[in-house]
Every structure is written in structure tokens, then in C-alpha cells.
């Protein structure tokens, strides 16, 4: 079964504390990977689209690299406006429309 | 260009009744979907449609229907409203060529159903 697991589940970092977020994936062949960020009360932002294993994806203090079985979402030197929930989602080659979304890491970064 | 728009963006109903969303896009997108969103259990899938008049059942798609008569439009039809549908609800778009499969979410619609 074709699957997303985002991990953690929430991270507090201080501001300038660098770290990873990661999506793991279960699919039968991907067609794509998908980084967005959600700030509250607003619809999924999109960030990035990662296609084959050793792609690698910058935007401003965000870095997304995919391996055949992960992405990580790397934050570089955050700042408190990078405070958000970041969904991974991906989208099989089986022949469906249904992109699989994780259930996202909450991050918070401190002043 | 707007991109994805849906209306209302608020709405509060009684147990029973009926009420469509709303969902428009200016990209002249192939594929639209409408998502569910609810604590733990992220985005899931409703309803999607892959160009007009043609449309297929998501993940959770008991108690919704759907149309698709243009390319623009994707609204979401609540038949008989349950307090499980209170939840927020986001339509999505994307073109369906090559490369080009991203998709991209509307602001959403927050449904309470008492």
C-alpha cells in the first residue's frame, strides 16, 4: 500500500538552529514528491517537486533532497517566520490521480 | 491571476441539510480535487476530476457528490449534512502533462456541521 510517513511530528528549534524534516515513502513507482508549507488557518503552499533519487531542490533557507525511499527538508539558519506545518505528499505511477499526503511536521522556531 | 478560489470560506450547518463549495481555477488545469483535512489524519482525498465531465470517488467520498461541466469549475455538493463532515475542506488543481503534476490548493473552507 502506497504510504507517507513525515516525521516528527513537531520540532521547536531556536532561531539560526539549523535541522532536517523527513518524509518516508512506501509507493509503487513514484511520478513525484511534493514539499508544501501550511501556515494556519491558510490552504498548502507549494514549495517544492522533487522527481528522481539524488535531486536536490533550493529556496532561500530550504534545501529538499529525495533518495529512492526519503526527502529530507532541510532548514538552514531559520528565522520565526519559517514557523509552519510542512506537508510531504507523493504521487505514484499506478495509473491514479491520488496524490498520498503525510500528515505533517509542525515547526515552531523561537525568537 | 487568482489561481485557486473557493467560496465560502465559512459556513455553519444544521444536521440535514444540503450546501455546496464553491471551487474555481484560472489556470486552465486539467485536474481538480477536493481534500478533507482533519487534526492527525492529514489531506484525504474526497472526490477528483481528470477534465470536464469526467469524475472519480477519492478516499472518503460517502455523503459528497460532485460535478465537472467546465473546465474552470469543481464544486462539491454536501447531500445531507453530518456533524462527521465538520471539517476543512481544500480543492486543489494541476495540469496533468509531463512534468507538470504539481498541485496547488485553494485557501480552503472551513464546515461546521451541529
Known amino acids: 500500500e502506497d504510504q507517507v510517513t513525515q516525521s516528527p511530528e513537531a520540532l521547536r528549534l531556536q532561531e539560526g538552529e539549523s535541522s532536517s524534516l523527513n518524509c518516508s515513502y512506501t509507493?509503487?513507482?513514484?511520478?513525484?514528491l511534493f514539499w508544501y508549507r501550511q501556515d494556519p488557518g491558510k490552504g498548502p503552499e507549494f514549495l517544492f517537486t522533487l522527481y528522481s533519487a539524488g535531486e536536490e531542490k533550493e529556496k532561500e533557507r530550504l534545501k529538499a533532497t529525495l533518495t529512492k525511499k526519503e526527502s529530507f527538508l532541510h532548514i538552514t539558519a531559520p528565522k520565526p517566520e519559517d514557523s509552519a506545518t510542512y506537508l510531504c505528499a507523493v504521487r505514484a505511477t499506478s495509473g491514479t490521480y491520488k496524490y498520498i499526503f503525510g500528515t505533517g511536521t509542525r515547526l515552531k522556531v523561537l525568537a | 491571476n487568482a489561481g485557486v478560489t473557493q467560496t465560502p470560506k465559512f459556513q455553519v450547518l444544521k444536521t440535514g441539510q444540503s450546501m455546496t463549495l464553491q471551487c474555481a481555477q484560472d489556470?486552465?488545469?486539467?485536474?481538480m480535487s477536493w481534500y478533507r483535512q482533519d487534526p492527525g489524519m492529514g489531506l484525504r482525498l474526497i472526490h477528483y476530476?481528470?477534465?470536464?465531465?469526467?469524475?472519480d470517488q477519492g478516499e472518503v467520498p460517502n455523503g459528497y457528490n460532485v460535478s465537472r461541466s467546465t473546465t474552470e469549475d469543481f464544486p462539491l455538493r454536501l447531500l445531507s449534512a453530518a456533524p462527521s463532515q465538520t471539517s476543512v475542506y481544500f480543492c486543489?488543481?494541476?495540469?496533468?502533462?509531463?512534468?507538470?503534476?504539481?498541485?496547488?490548493f485553494g485557501e480552503g473552507s472551513w464546515l461546521t456541521v451541529v
Open positions: 476530476s481528470v477534465g470536464a465531465g469526467i469524475t
Open positions: 509507493v509503487s513507482g513514484l511520478r513525484g
Open positions: 486543489a488543481s494541476s495540469y496533468q502533462g509531463g512534468g507538470g503534476n504539481t498541485i496547488y
Open positions: 489556470m486552465n488545469h486539467e485536474y
